[in-house]
């Protein structure tokens, strides 16, 4: 009986030995932003390289220097804008299409399913030159606001894919019971589906937001023209330049504000999210 | 269900077009824009002039040895990447599943780099990476493992082990919290029977733990590989392709070639439906591999 306690007592200290270990091996890299983002600019390039800033030089320079520029602002406020425009229209949009698709059984609407999420085998930057094109026909180019139908386009079948699980699991009864009161489609939509739904809307959103917060490559394909018409992941990559030095410290004091919001909606949301992830991953 | 009257059905339409008119615009519309692009030769400048001419891009791409370098070099990267990021996080998650307090910490924490992005993530690694940089330092002068230091990011195999870390370091928090919800549906009742059939720690994981997740191992496998494939933001980041184009992969091959270099969005069209292909491929294979094992 004693050994089998102590072997119980040994497997945990094990567990927890490994994990601390890897989690503080995998923490490093942000560890290391965070402190190059609060040394001097200039001791960016000294040998031997630090990965904590010297005692007493810790400086919030880069950070003022990021502040104090209003380009910077308007980056952040154009991820904003695009970021909770998407999430909006995609809440909207994808739990319309899953709550048609969970709810009115049918072969045209198992094939509408099949079909959508058969698109998501394919990569969504393979798509990027006939998107291009399509949105230079369309006048899109150059517009902070050009994104977000690509965005929306590009989280409805994930979003639509979740949020149907949702809507299939409402109880017959309840929505049974609407109909006899002679709710219509549109009523039973708005009242009864989408309150119920309303938890893998929200897991949903979270990953919405993620994702319209940091894509790059559209981004910086279609907005190319001015420092004011960017959003922040090309406004960080714009200092990362090939040739010269590159600005370490700008460039991780602006990741760094970048990732606050990131982090807190996170951290916040923490149990959504998990809830969200799992949903898709463990049914199969 | 009940009632099938006009109005119904005009108001299920009316919920299902803006999803579909946006979703068919923006992302059917370019896949079917994209296969026929494949077939002309067009260049971003006279975009809408579009000569048929057959077979001719899908030629030029097999012919392409810069083709075939981005190719091996996607191969490698999903190759190398899928794999250790399933393992790694299973390993965490059968971790977390056996302990009480802190889980959730180790969890958010370990779960931190899949919500940080790939542009900023890029960046630290390519610093953390440079000839002059920590890691160099840390091998050459604090345990002295290496002589010089690497020049990581000037080199084919550097650049993409480079881009291989990150993506691992990147990808593991979302396997722990997949395989750790799979893990925790796992019957307790069937560890017991082991346990009566006197079966060690690796017999239990082998014989109880693997095939009761096989479904989420498939999932995992197969998003993991169409994630690989769509390694881009980080290579652009990282090395830019560099040098020579020998750190390519097939996205950013493909990206230079429609935006930089001669414009070529018919030879982009057909290295894209090249790739889709392959993973639709990919895709079937794994769900047949995963499938033989049932019987």
């Given at each position: 009986?004693?050994?089998?306690?102590?072997?119980?007592?040994r497997?945990?200290?094990?567990?927890?030995?490994?994990l601390?270990?890897?989690t503080?091996?995998?923490?490093?890299?942000?560890?290391?932003m965070?402190?190059?983002?609060l040394r001097?600019?200039g001791?960016l390039?000294?040998w031997?390289p630090?990965?904590?800033?010297?005692?007493g030089?810790?400086?919030f320079?880069n950070?003022?220097?990021?502040?104090d520029?209003?380009?910077?602002?308007?980056?952040?406020?154009?991820?904003?804008?695009?970021s909770?425009?998407?999430?909006?229209?995609?809440a909207?949009?994808?739990?319309?299409?899953?709550f048609?698709?969970?709810?009115?059984?049918?072969?045209a609407?198992?094939?509408?399913?099949a079909?959508?999420?058969?698109t998501?085998?394919i990569p969504?930057?393979?798509?990027?030159i006939?998107?291009?094109?399509l949105?230079?026909r369309?006048?899109?180019?150059?517009k902070?606001?050009?994104l977000?139908?690509f965005?929306?386009?590009w989280?409805?079948p994930f979003s639509?894919f979740?949020?149907k699980?949702?809507m299939?699991?409402?109880p017959?009864e309840?929505v049974?019971?609407?109909?006899?009161?002679?709710a219509?489609?549109?009523k039973?939509?708005?009242r009864v589906?989408?309150?119920l739904?309303?938890?893998?809307?929200?897991?949903?959103?979270?990953f919405?937001?993620?994702?319209a917060w940091?894509e790059?490559?559209?981004a910086?394909t279609?907005?190319?023209?001015?420092?004011?018409l960017?959003t922040?992941p090309?406004?960080?990559a714009?200092?990362n330049n090939q040739?010269g030095?590159?600005?370490?410290?700008?460039?991780?004091?602006?990741?760094?504000?970048?990732?606050?919001p990131v982090v807190?909606?996170?951290?916040l949301c923490?149990?959504?999210?998990i809830q969200?992830?799992?949903?898709?991953?463990?049914?199969? | 269900?009940?009632t099938?009257?006009?109005m119904?059905?005009a108001?299920?339409?009316?919920?299902l077009?803006?999803?579909l008119?946006v979703?068919?615009l923006f992302t059917?519309y370019?896949?079917?824009?994209l296969f026929?692009?494949s077939f002309?030769?067009?260049?971003l400048e006279?975009?809408?002039?579009?000569p048929?001419?057959g077979?001719?891009?899908?030629?030029?791409?097999?012919?392409?040895?810069?083709?075939g370098?981005?190719?091996?070099?996607?191969?490698?990267y999903t190759?190398v990447?899928?794999?250790a990021?399933?393992?790694?996080g299973?390993?965490i998650?059968?971790?977390?599943?056996?302990?009480?307090?802190?889980?959730?910490?180790?969890?958010?924490?370990?779960?931190?780099?899949?919500?940080?992005?790939?542009?900023?993530?890029?960046?630290?690694?390519?610093?953390?990476?440079q000839t002059?940089?920590?890691?160099?330092?840390?091998?050459r002068?604090?345990?002295?493992v290496?002589?010089k230091n690497?020049?990581?990011?000037n080199?084919r195999?550097g650049?993409?082990?480079v881009?291989m870390?990150?993506?691992?370091?990147?990808?593991i928090?979302w396997?722990?919290?997949i395989?750790?919800?799979?893990?925790?549906?796992v019957?307790?009742?069937?560890y017991?029977?082991?346990?009566?059939?006197?079966?060690?720690?690796?017999?239990k994981?082998?014989h109880v733990?693997?095939?009761?997740i096989?479904g989420?191992?498939?999932?995992?496998?197969?998003?993991?590989t169409?994630?690989?494939?769509?390694?881009f933001?980080?290579?652009?980041m990282?090395?830019?392709?560099?040098?020579?184009?020998?750190?390519q992969?097939l996205?950013?091959?493909?990206?230079?070639?429609?935006?930089?270099?001669?414009h070529?969005?018919g030879?982009?069209?057909a290295l894209?439906?090249?790739?889709a292909?392959?993973?639709?491929?990919?895709?079937?294979?794994?769900f047949?591999?995963m499938?033989s094992?049932d019987?």
């Amino acid at each position: 009986m004693k050994s089998r306690k102590f072997a119980k007592i040994r497997s945990a200290a094990i567990r927890y030995l490994l994990l601390t270990a890897g989690t503080v091996i995998f923490a490093l890299p942000m560890v290391y932003m965070i402190s190059t983002s609060l040394r001097p600019n200039g001791a960016l390039y000294e040998w031997p390289p630090r990965f904590f800033p010297k005692p007493g030089a810790i400086t919030f320079e880069n950070f003022e220097y990021i502040l104090d520029q209003k380009k910077f602002l308007i980056n952040f406020l154009n991820s904003v804008f695009v970021s909770v425009c998407t999430v909006g229209l995609a809440a909207f949009v994808s739990s319309a299409l899953a709550f048609v698709i969970g709810r009115f059984r049918s072969r045209a609407t198992k094939l509408l399913f099949a079909f959508i999420i058969i698109t998501m085998i394919i990569p969504g930057t393979t798509m990027i030159i006939p998107q291009f094109t399509l949105a230079k026909r369309f006048g899109l180019i150059d517009k902070i606001w050009g994104l977000i139908p690509f965005y929306v386009a590009w989280v409805i079948p994930f979003s639509t894919f979740m949020i149907k699980g949702f809507m299939e699991n409402i109880p017959d009864e309840i929505v049974e019971a609407a109909w006899i009161d002679g709710a219509s489609v549109f009523k039973v939509y708005t009242r009864v589906a989408m309150p119920l739904a309303a938890p893998a809307i929200a897991s949903v959103s979270i990953f919405n937001f993620l994702t319209a917060w940091e894509e790059y490559p559209w981004a910086v394909t279609v907005l190319s023209k001015s420092e004011e018409l960017r959003t922040l992941p090309i406004a960080i990559a714009g200092f990362n330049n090939q040739y010269g030095n590159v600005q370490w410290g700008y460039l991780f004091a602006l990741s760094v504000l970048c990732m606050i919001p990131v982090v807190i909606i996170f951290i916040l949301c923490q149990k959504f999210f998990i809830q969200g992830l799992t949903a898709g991953g463990v049914k199969g | 269900m009940i009632t099938r009257s006009r109005m119904n059905r005009a108001q299920i339409i009316a919920l299902l077009a803006p999803g579909l008119i946006v979703f068919g615009l923006f992302t059917v519309y370019p896949i079917i824009r994209l296969f026929m692009m494949s077939f002309c030769g067009i260049k971003l400048e006279t975009m809408f002039v579009q000569p048929f001419c057959g077979l001719d891009n899908y030629v030029h791409v097999f012919s392409d040895p810069t083709f075939g370098t981005s190719f091996v070099n996607s191969i490698v990267y999903t190759a190398v990447t899928v794999p250790a990021q399933m393992a790694l996080g299973l390993f965490i998650a059968i971790l977390l599943n056996g302990i009480r307090r802190f889980s959730v910490t180790f969890r958010v924490i370990n779960y931190l780099p899949v919500v940080t992005s790939w542009v900023i993530a890029s960046l630290v690694f390519k610093y953390v990476f440079q000839t002059e940089g920590l890691l160099n330092y840390f091998l050459r002068t604090v345990i002295k493992v290496i002589p010089k230091n690497v020049k990581w990011l000037n080199e084919r195999w550097g650049g993409m082990t480079v881009a291989m870390i990150l993506g691992t370091w990147k990808g593991i928090g979302w396997n722990m919290v997949i395989f750790l919800a799979a893990l925790q549906q796992v019957p307790k009742d069937l560890y017991e029977a082991a346990d009566i059939d006197g079966c060690g720690a690796w017999k239990k994981f082998t014989h109880v733990t693997l095939p009761a997740i096989r479904g989420t191992i498939l999932f995992a496998m197969v998003e993991l590989t169409i994630g690989g494939f769509n390694v881009f933001t980080s290579i652009q980041m990282i090395t830019g392709g560099k040098p020579a184009d020998q750190t390519q992969t097939l996205l950013t091959w493909m990206y230079k070639n429609a935006f930089s270099l001669d414009h070529d969005i018919g030879y982009a069209a057909a290295l894209s439906f090249v790739m889709a292909f392959t993973l639709g491929l990919l895709a079937v294979v794994q769900f047949r591999m995963m499938r033989s094992r049932d019987v």
